[in-house]
């Protein structure tokens, strides 16, 4: 082999950096990156071209090839060197080379010291080759090519990291004081506001409660005037509701309908002035037949009271503006709605008042009763959502309820039937608590006895030990039970109604005129639909349809002449004396 064959081999292994070593191995071959410092010419302004690295399996494809070709290169200098080349490498002859192992090669030839190339330090400045340089001079022939790997494209240069541009430099940001933090408010604020309103509610409750007790007390007057102003207040807050819901248009429609809140006010008058009229004549008609000025009114009641509403319907139809027909008839509707769920619901708890006062005070109370308890079952083991209009109604609340509403009715209805002031129906407006009432009690307030079948009763006596046979009762109590079931079971649906009504006008309460509890229409929702129960039943159940003279006065003086009633007093007056009695001129 000539001296410039052992110069290229050796120039070869040098640039590849690989070191002589007799095992065949896939030890990874490091190749040192040779950097070169690269020397800005005065006259270019190209930018140096980044070295071209090679990936990991590149560099050792290329350590294989190199060890490969050094051997067939030792191969070749021995005496037999040409077969052994064909075997190593059977594409030189053609020939198929073996599958056998070359461990007997490297082991049959010593190892020839290939001096690595010196490395070029990264500091000193490779000076470019001249430029007349003949390419015989740098031509390298290899006896035997070499398989070079393919290279990996170059990575991209990171680009360089912008700075921010500040618009004044003059600006000392340091110096410019930063707005303090927001403090977050404390942990426990909500629950401080929780039991504040809680305290609110509760207070605000005994009140409410504190002042139904004396009003009570004081007459059926008052209570009638009570159960008016909650319903002005309710229908206040309702019929608002609407003028919420064209907000939009609220000042469009002042200025143009400035009839439309006193025609709304105009209805509710004539409305109560029919529904209440109505009542007095029922249940006082020994007064106003007896008076001849309240006689023409109380004949021709109903009349006074239709002529009233076509006085407002015609000024409605007379406040029409074009343009703005949509809004009025909606209002007229609203109003229409308003007055039949409010009014004619008070109108029956007026009834009920006048009936007597344990009508109407017992169911309020089972209203109000159940109201409570289920806001402290509620509260205190409620995990289940009852209904979505209502989410803070529980499934164990409303249980809690009706079970605590039961008990607490039959406690405190069998409390109150003791009193004729509250169980006789009204005669006079001013009776109060303290007054002597005496009237003939309803049957169901009279007790009785229930006897009981002779084997049931054998039994009940071994068991209480006691000889028993029949057991008292009164017929309240059944009916106590029914008010109880439905002020637990349905009157609630009055209020998820109230709520299911808030939520489509997007409010939390219809106003605010009792602390801690909302509008009064928050409290009065189930109020009204316990009423009109209570109404039906008791005219349906209970109530007695006697003569009285009040019905037997009315029929005189609307049915008979004048002649007829002078005839009937004669008559009636020779009867008594013909009884005994003394007849007064």
């Known amino acids: 082999m000539t001296a410039q064959s052992r110069f290229a081999s050796q120039s070869m292994f040098a640039a590849l950096n690989v070191e002589s070593s007799g095992e065949e191995s896939e030890e990874e071959v490091s190749e040192p990156e040779t950097k070169f410092s690269a020397t800005t010419s005065s006259t270019t302004t190209e930018p140096p071209v980044p070295p071209i690295q090679m990936t990991k399996t590149a560099r050792k494809k290329a350590a294989k090839a190199a060890r490969q070709e050094k051997l067939m290169r030792r191969a070749e200098s021995k005496p037999n060197g040409k077969a052994v080349v064909e075997e190593l490498n059977p594409s030189r002859t053609g020939a198929e080379a073996p599958e056998e192992p070359l461990d007997d090669v490297k082991d049959s030839e010593p190892e020839l010291d290939v001096q690595p190339a010196p490395q070029v330090p990264n500091h000193v400045a490779v000076p470019p080759p001249p430029e007349d340089v003949s390419p015989s001079n740098n031509h390298i022939e290899l006896s035997q090519p070499v398989r070079m790997p393919a290279l990996s494209a170059p990575k991209p240069a990171p680009e360089p990291k912008k700075e921010p541009v500040v618009p004044n430099s003059d600006l000392n940001i340091a110096s410019t004081p930063l707005p303090p933090p927001a403090h977050a408010p404390p942990a426990d604020a909500e629950t401080v506001k929780k039991r504040q309103n809680i305290l609110t509610r509760t207070l605000w409750t005994f009140i409410m409660i504190g002042g139904f007790i004396g009003l009570l007390l004081m007459g059926h007057g008052y209570m009638i005037l009570l159960v008016m102003l909650c319903q002005t207040l309710v229908y206040r807050e309702v019929t608002a509701l609407f003028t919420l819901a064209q907000s939009d248009k609220r000042d469009e429609l002042k200025g143009k309908d400035?009839?439309?809140?006193?025609?709304?006010?105009?209805?509710?008058?004539?409305?109560?002035?029919?529904?209440?009229?109505e009542s007095i004549i029922y249940y006082f008609k020994h007064v106003v037949f007896?008076?001849?000025?309240?006689?023409?009114?109380?004949?021709?009641?109903?009349?006074?009271?239709?002529?009233?509403?076509?006085?407002?319907?015609?000024?409605?139809?007379?406040?029409?503006?074009?343009?703005?027909?949509?809004?009025?008839?909606?209002?007229?509707?609203?109003?229409?709605?308003?007055?039949?769920?409010?009014?004619?619901?008070?109108?029956?708890?007026?009834?009920?008042?006048?009936?007597?006062?344990?009508?109407?005070?017992?169911?309020?109370?089972?209203?109000?009763c159940n109201d409570v308890f289920a806001y402290v079952w509620g509260m205190s083991i409620g995990r289940t959502p009852l209904i979505q209009l209502s989410p803070k109604k529980t499934v164990e609340g409303f249980v809690g309820a009706f079970v605590s509403t039961v008990l607490f009715s039959l406690l405190w209805g069998s409390y109150f039937m003791r009193f004729n002031y509250m169980i006789c129906p009204v005669h006079d407006l001013g009776v109060s608590a303290w007054s002597n009432v005496q009237c003939v009690p309803n049957p169901v307030f009279v007790w009785k006895d229930w006897q009981i079948p002779t084997p049931l009763a054998a039994v009940l006596s071994t068991v209480i030990r006691t000889q028993i046979t029949s057991i008292s009762y009164v017929p309240y109590h059944i009916h106590l039970l029914s008010m109880s079931f439905f002020a637990s079971l349905v009157a609630p649906f009055g209020g998820f109604f109230a709520s299911g009504?808030?939520?489509?006008?997007?409010?939390?309460?219809?106003?605010h005129s009792i602390p801690g509890h909302g509008g009064m229409t928050d409290r009065m929702d189930c109020q009204f639909l316990m009423g009109v129960f209570t109404y039906v039943y008791y005219s349906s159940l209970i109530r007695q349809h006697n003569v009285t003279v009040g019905s037997i006065l009315q029929k005189i003086v609307s049915g008979l002449s004048v002649d007829e009633q002078l005839e009937l007093i004669m008559d009636l007056k020779k009867y008594l004396e013909g009884m005994g009695v003394q007849v007064p001129c």
């Not at 004949?299 to 407002?312: D, K, M, V």
């Not at 343009?323 to 008070?346: A, D, E, N, P, R």
């Not at 009504?501 to 106003?511: E, L, P, T």
């Open 258 to 277: 400035p009839w439309s809140k006193t025609l709304n006010w105009y209805f509710f008058a004539v409305t109560n002035y029919f529904l209440y009229g």
């Open 290 to 368: 007896s008076e001849a000025q309240l006689l023409p009114f109380a004949t021709n009641h109903r009349l006074i009271s239709f002529a009233l509403y076509t006085i407002g319907l015609m000024g409605f139809v007379l406040s029409l503006k074009k343009g703005y027909l949509k809004q009025q008839f909606g209002l007229f509707c609203w109003v229409h709605m308003s007055l039949l769920l409010i009014v004619v619901s008070s109108h029956f708890i007026v009834n009920n008042i006048l009936e007597g006062l344990i009508w109407f005070w017992v169911p309020a109370s089972l209203v109000i």
């Open 501 to 511: 009504f808030k939520r489509a006008f997007n409010i939390k309460d219809f106003g």
